[in-house]
């Protein structure tokens, strides 16, 4: 079946520091990928998302690249911000538009 | 437009108490979904509908049971709760769409439920 591998957290970064947050992927066929985010207290909310190989989703400075030789989307942002904390997650679609998750990552952005 | 809205935003159960979790979407979504929440395991899915008056298993749907009446409201039922059940529920909603398309999933605040 179809699984997600994300890097375990929890991140702790200085403002302006550059993040990267690794996932990995299984599943049959070509499925696209996402990266959620939550805020404290809120559902998740798209953060980018690629449906083919080689494309690369990006949003609010985030950026992910769908490589398919490696089955990886990793989520990079060059200069992150205290409002970026939050909990990330990884996330693929398979049959029926279903959504399967990694196990989330937090990140604390510190001033 | 108030997007995806859950009710209540917060319950504590005894165990073998029954209660349902109203999920209601005004964007004239065709799927909605049910997801849990727990600490290291990401969401998982529970039950899913493809529209009005249909239902189907995700994940992990023992102990819970789901209906969709109406386009746009989805409930999820728990008949004789478990402390196994406490976690946080998300319901979410797309588009739909044909087999191969992929619309974004919006998601409700969700509902904390623990269960004594």
């Known amino acids: 079946g179809n699984s997600v591998t994300q890097m375990e957290g929890p991140v702790t970064l200085s403002e302006e520091a550059f993040l990267t947050i690794n996932c990995t992927y299984t599943?049959?066929?070509?499925?696209?990928l996402f990266w959620y985010v939550q805020y404290p207290g809120e559902g998740l909310q798209l953060l980018l998302k690629?449906?083919?190989?080689?494309d690369k989703g990006s949003n609010k400075g985030f950026e992910a690249t769908y490589r398919k030789e490696t089955t990886s989307f990793h989520l990079e942002k060059g200069s992150v911000q205290v409002s970026d904390s939050a909990v990330y997650f990884c996330?693929?679609?398979?049959?029926?538009?279903?959504?399967?998750f990694g196990s989330g990552t937090q990140l604390t952005v510190l001033p | 437009n108030a997007g995806v809205t859950q009710t209540p935003k917060f319950r504590v159960l005894k165990t073998g108490q029954s209660m349902t979790l109203l999920c209601a979407q005004d964007?004239?979504?065709?799927?909605m979904y049910w997801y849990r929440q727990d600490p290291g395991m990401g969401l998982r899915l529970i039950h899913y509908?493809?529209?009005?008056?249909?239902?189907a298993k995700g994940e992990v749907p023992d102990g819970y049971n789901v209906s969709r009446l109406k386009k746009q409201n989805f409930l999820l039922g728990l008949e004789s709760a478990a402390p196994s059940q406490t976690s946080v529920y998300f319901c979410?909603?797309?588009?739909?769409?044909?087999?191969?398309?992929?619309?974004?999933?919006?998601f409700g605040p969700g509902t904390r439920l623990t269960v004594l």
């Open positions: 979410a909603s797309s588009l739909g769409g044909s087999s191969g398309s992929y619309n974004e999933q919006f």
């Open positions: 599943a049959t066929g070509y499925p696209s």
């Open positions: 690629a449906t083919k190989a080689d």
């Open positions: 996330a693929l679609s398979g049959s029926a538009r279903q959504l399967t």
């Open positions: 964007m004239n979504h065709e799927y």
């Open positions: 509908s493809v529209g009005e008056g249909t239902t």
